[in-house]
């Protein structure tokens, strides 16, 4: 009995570990993300003054020109940059639900092994319910599943 209940404390100390790594995994994946966003809204920024010199280089084009041209290039690059933030949003909002199902999937292992556990200890070896009341298992309550919508400003649904 105590080599059973030694199992399901390592087995426990293990799935809390995995859930620890996803936790940590999904930090890294939003830091990464923010470097990404970052890099392109960088590119996006150099690009932008690349287009502004070589209008002011075009010797040719009257001022209005190049002010309507310089326009419409502030105008692509705040496009631009919204097109990063809402593909951010929508790949931070990816993270967290795959993070979210995971550790739901997780707790449900956590569970079901808790479960087992608490039936094992109360069979005698030839697998019958012993007469001691050890292994007494309460009714499982299945979790609901994440749905809404996630703020990444706010972290929440």
Known sequence: MGNVQNTAGQNSQKLNEQAQSLVGNYNAQLQKLEGDKQAALSSAKDAFRQRLDQIDAMKGQALENKAAMKLQELQNLRAQ??????QNTQFQQQLYLQQQSALQGLQQNVSNFSSFA????????YGAPSSTGFGQTQAYTPQTSVSGYYDPKKKTL
């Open 81 to 86: 940059a919204a097109q990063i933030e809402a």
């Open 118 to 125: 608490n039936q094992s200890v109360g069979q005698n070896t």
